[in-house]
Nanobody, 127 residues
Framework: QVHLEESGGGSEQSGGSLRLSCVVS????????MAWFRQAPGKEREEVAT???????RYADYVKGRFTISQDNAKNTLYLQMNSLQSDDTATYYC?????????????????????WGRGTQVTVSS
């Protein structure tokens, strides 16, 4: 049973920083894509950043240069370092995972179908 649990959310002033963590347990797949999504009240969920098992990363335009996705495989933990926070970053942040036994390549394109989700952690940025 794959389980994802986020932590690290909270309240911060505009311009401040927070680091989110997502501990992942219960999987032994060789290929994967891990991601952070967010959803603000009244808005649709949107992708923030992704990282696959080949080390490729992708960021949404609105967080490029401010947010950094990383992982610590020894701790089975995914991180999202958020700097220069803005009020528009206020949202519930979710960790998500897509797992596969197939190596990334012709038969597996990562980061297209996230199946496993955490319950989310709230980030509130005040101006």
């Amino acid at each position: 049973q794959v389980h994802l649990e986020e932590s690290g959310g909270g309240s911060e002033q505009s311009g401040g920083s927070l680091r989110l963590s997502c501990v992942v347990s219960g999987y032994t797949y060789s290929s994967y894509c891990m991601a952070w999504f967010r959803q603000a009240p009244g808005k649709e969920r949107e992708e923030v950043a992704t990282m696959d098992s080949d080390g490729n990363v992708r960021y949404a335009d609105y967080v490029k240069g401010r947010f950094t996705i990383s992982q610590d495989n020894a701790k089975n933990t995914l991180y999202l370092q958020m700097n220069s926070l803005q009020s528009d970053d206020t949202a519930t942040y979710y960790c998500a995972a897509e797992l596969s036994d197939t190596p990334i390549g012709a038969y597996y394109t990562p980061c297209e179908g996230f199946v496993y989700w955490g319950r989310g952690t709230q980030v509130t940025v005040s101006s």
